[in-house]
């Protein structure tokens, strides 16, 4: 299996831009998990999916912050504008659940720079 | 609220030592799943072990053991004769059954093998 990929591996953006950060889950997978790690904060969750359906949110900063799963096989996270503070590596992740919960699988993540 | 603390921000062994990275959790629920994850310095995430609440078996894998003891809410994990390659950030993780999916994080030990 190819494992959770994520695109772009590297994006570098200014003040006020919109950035979308794209994901495709393992095949088979039905969960799947947008973390943000910092610094500061660590390894934070923003959202996650379900069966394509967001079941929690409460982890997105605020309004900028937007994520969709059109399908099982793609999601994106979107900021818009984006600010110096989300400067970050945010990590796509997968899993297979029924009833129990098992490990999730990370992409290489995305390093984001934004000036 | 679930909560991982991992006391040691950074610990630093000549190769061939043994090593333990301590782990301790907080939860009121009483199913829930605990992980370890490597990140090494490519950055990616690497699922190590997955435990449920229910199976305080300790587990061997290799150069790797885990102890698990619910009377202290430990997950302990322990590497046997390290290597250079074992220098990582270490993660420990905990997801309850009662919440979502979410896997709360502490915020890692820094692990350097000295040759």
């Known amino acids: 299996d190819a494992g959770v990929i994520q695109s772009p591996r590297h994006e570098v953006t200014e003040m006020g831009q919109e950035v979308t950060l794209r994901c495709k889950p393992i095949?088979?997978?039905?969960?799947l998990f947008w973390y943000r790690q910092t610094m500061m904060r660590g390894l934070e969750l923003l959202i996650y999916?379900?069966?394509?359906?967001?079941?929690?949110d409460s982890g997105m900063p605020e309004d900028r912050f937007s994520a969709k799963m059109p399908n099982a096989s793609f999601s994106t996270l979107k900021i818009q504008p984006s600010e110096p503070r989300d400067s970050a590596v945010y990590f796509c992740?997968?899993?297979?659940?029924?009833?129990?919960?098992?490990?999730?699988?990370f992409g290489p993540g995305t390093r984001l720079t934004v000036t | 609220a679930q909560k991982v603390t991992q006391a040691q921000t950074e610990i630093s062994v000549v190769e061939k030592e043994d090593v333990t990275l301590d782990c301790v959790y907080e939860?009121?629920?009483?199913?829930?799943?605990l992980f370890w994850y490597k990140q090494p310095p490519s950055g990616e995430l690497v699922f190590l072990i997955r435990?449920?609440?229910?199976?305080?078996q300790n587990e061997i894998s290799g150069r790797y053991s885990w102890n698990f003891q619910k009377s202290t809410s430990s997950f302990n994990f322990t590497i046997t004769a390290s290597q250079v390659v074992d220098s990582a950030v270490y993660f420990c993780?905990?997801?309850?059954?009662?919440?979502?999916?979410?896997?709360?994080f502490g915020k890692g030990t820094k692990l350097t093998v000295n040759p």
């Open positions: 992740a997968s899993s297979h659940t029924q009833g129990v919960f098992y490990e999730q699988y």
């Open positions: 095949s088979g997978h039905n969960s």
């Open positions: 999916f379900n069966n394509n359906v967001p079941i929690d």
């Open positions: 939860t009121r629920d009483t199913t829930y799943y």
């Open positions: 435990r449920n609440s229910f199976d305080e």
């Open positions: 993780a905990l997801t309850t059954q009662g919440g979502s999916e979410k896997l709360v």
